[in-house]
C-alpha cells in the first residue's frame, strides 16, 4: 500500500500568529521499500507520520494512502480500515504496554481477530522469534525488560497482526550491534518477501546507510535533500542540517580528496576493503 503527500500544508492555529509546521511538502512512500526521514530534532517528522493515519489532517494539500484520501475538506471514510494496515512503533516502547506479561500483551494485538486459540498461540510464539525473542518471554513483564527488549516485544506486537504499512520511531535506540544487525535481516525480510511498505525515523546513520532505500531531509517545514542513501549521504550540503555521513562514505570521500581515488560507495566494511586491495595492487 503506497502513501503519497500531495503539496500538504500543516498550520496550527495561535492566539496571535499561527505556526507553519510543514510547507508545501510532497512525498511518496512505496511499498516494497524502506524509507526514511531524518532531519533535526523537533524538525516534524513524527508529526508528519501522523498524518497518514488520519491523527492530523492537513491544513491544505491532501494525503493518500491506498485508496484513502486525508484532506481538509472531505473527513475520511472508514477511518478504522484505514488504522487497521498502519502499525506505529513508538520511541517510547513503553507507551505501547497494557498488561503485565508480555503473552497477554501479545494477545492484546489480537484479540479484534476471530483466531482460534492455537492459532493464536502459534502466532505470538512467531512474532517473538521474529524479533529474536524466544519463548521464555511470554510469562515476564515487558515494563521490566531492558531498553533492547521492550523494543523487540513492542515490534512484535505490531508486526503479529500482519499490518501493511509499517512506522518505526527510532527503533535502534537501546539496541546493541547485534540486535540492529538483526533488525536490518528482519526489516529486509519484510520488504522483499512481504511487500511491506516501511517508514523509520532516525538518527542512526550507520544503521539507515545499511538499511534504507530512500531517504527525505526535513529542515524547518520542508523537504531540502532527497534521494536513494548515496545520493543524500554523499551530498555535502547535509553539514547545514548537523546529519554526518556514516562512516565507511565519510572514509571513502577522504581517499578520493587525499589520493585521488574513487572507491566509489559501499554498503560493507569487507567490499570496500577488497576496493582498496585492488587499488594498492
Do not use: C, W
Not at 49 to 69: D, L, Q
Not at 85 to 114: C, D, G, M, P
Not at 159 to 177: A, Q, R, W
Amino acid at each position: 500500500m503506497d502513501v503519497k503527500f500531495s503539496n500538504v500544508d500543516y498550520v496550527i492555529k495561535g492566539p496571535k500568529e499561527d505556526m507553519v509546521v510543514f510547507d508545501n511538502i510532497s512525498l511518496e512512500f512505496k511499498h516494497g521499500q524502506i524509507t526514511t526521514l531524518i532531519g533535526k530534532s523537533a524538525s516534524g517528522k513524527t508529526l508528519l507520520t501522523k498524518m497518514i493515519n488520519g491523527s492530523i489532517i492537513p491544513t491544505n494539500g491532501e494525503v493518500t494512502v491506498g485508496p484513502f484520501t486525508l484532506n481538509n475538506e472531505e473527513k475520511v471514510k472508514k477511518i478504522d480500515e484505514l488504522r487497521f494496515e498502519i502499525a506505529y512503533l513508538f520511541e517510547n516502547s513503553e507507551q505501547q504496554f497494557f498488561h503485565k506479561t508480555v503473552k497477554r500483551e501479545l494477545l492484546f494485538s489480537l484479540e479484534s481477530f476471530k483466531y482460534r486459540i492455537s492459532e493464536k498461540e502459534k502466532r505470538i510464539v512467531d512474532a517473538l522469534k521474529m524479533v529474536g525473542l524466544s519463548e521464555n518471554y511470554l510469562i515476564k513483564n515487558p515494563f521490566e525488560l531492558s531498553a533492547g527488549e521492550k523494543r523487540k516485544v513492542a515490534l512484535a506486537s505490531v508486526l503479529i497482526y500482519n499490518p501493511k504499512i509499517i512506522v518505526l520511531d527510532k527503533p535502534t535506540v537501546g539496541l546493541d550491534n547485534v540486535s540492529k544487525k538483526n533488525l536490518i535481516k528482519l526489516f529486509k525480510m519484510l520488504k522483499y518477501r512481504y511487500q511491506k511498505n516501511i517508514i523509520i525515523i532516525s538518527e542512526d546513520v550507520e544503521f539507515i546507510h545499511k538499511l534504507t532505500d530512500y531517504i527525505y531531509v526535513i529542515d524547518q517545514g520542508k523537504i531540502v535533500l532527497e534521494g536513494t542513501k548515496y545520493q543524500v549521504f554523499a551530498n555535502n550540503s547535509l553539514v547545514k542540517y548537523n546529519i554526518k555521513p556514516p562512516k565507511i562514505i565519510a572514509f571513502e570521500k577522504l581517499v578520493e580528496e587525499k589520493k585521488h581515488h574513487k572507491l566509489g560507495y559501499r554498503d560493507e566494511i569487507n567490499d570496500l576493503i577488497k576496493d582498496i586491495y585492488r587499488h594498492v595492487s
